[in-house]
């Protein structure tokens, strides 16, 4: 069955850098994208960017241009999202998502990563 | 970007009630719209996916609509289970935005 499973909860200082990971399993990896949506305490879903795990290819929301990376790493079917200069604001809950296609819904969703900044 | 505004984003409902949730899209989308269930403290379900298909596994009781700009989620019968935060989002465009979400709770 389809499972994508994520890193554990992190807490970070302001100014630091988080990793997260989200590894993936019973499909072909390579067929599907992978997004990473976050959602604050109380709020709304937020896309973050995507990455192509075929060619590492990545997309990123403009929000976090310059601050996020997204990678993958085909032999353990894994992938990275890596946010950098972290503020209180980032506070949140941290999702990777699959879709077969830019413009078809997620339909398999980690169990999330709650990333917490705090000094 | 394309803004979806969900409303309401609060609903009191009973047990048995056939409820509607509305998303609106501020340009058309065609029917690139899909819905998602979220329970506290989990991720996001989806139930219905270009706007009317419903996900396998999910209850008939839930059912989309619409196409352009307006969209509607139905629970034709509430259950307990179904108390909780619904999404909308648009896979129209990138970036993929989703709206503010609609808590159904209990009367």
């Known amino acids: 069955q389809v499972q994508l499973v994520q890193s554990g909860a992190e807490v970070k200082k302001p100014g630091a850098s988080v990793k997260v990971s989200c590894k993936a399993s019973g499909y072909t990896f390579t067929f599907y994208y992978m997004y990473w949506v976050r959602q604050a305490p109380g709020q709304g879903l937020e896309w973050m960017g995507l990455?192509?795990?075929?060619?590492?290819?990545?997309s990123y929301a403009r929000k976090f241009q310059g601050r996020v990376t997204m990678t993958r790493d085909t032999s353990t079917t894994t992938v990275y999202m890596d946010l950098s200069s972290l503020k209180s604001e980032d506070t949140a809950m941290y999702y990777c998502?699959?879709?077969?296609?830019?413009?078809?819904?997620?339909?398999?969703w980690g169990q999330g990563t709650l990333v917490t900044v705090s000094s | 970007d394309i803004q979806m505004t969900q409303s309401p984003s609060s609903l009191s409902a009973s047990v048995g009630d056939r409820v509607t949730i509305t998303c609106r899209a501020s340009q058309s989308i065609s029917n690139y719209l899909n819905w998602y269930q979220q329970k506290p403290g989990k991720a996001p379900r989806l139930l219905i996916y270009?706007?009317?298909s419903l996900q396998s596994g999910v209850p008939s009781r839930f059912s989309g609509s619409g196409s352009g700009t307006d969209f509607t989620l139905t629970i034709s019968s509430l259950q307990p289970e179904d108390f909780t935060t619904y999404h909308c989002q648009q896979s129209f465009s990138t970036p993929v935005t989703f709206g503010q979400g609609t808590k159904l709770e209990i009367k």
């Open positions: 270009a706007a009317s």
């Open positions: 990455i192509n795990p075929n060619d590492g290819r990545t």
């Open positions: 998502a699959r879709t077969n296609s830019s413009s078809s819904p997620f339909d398999y």
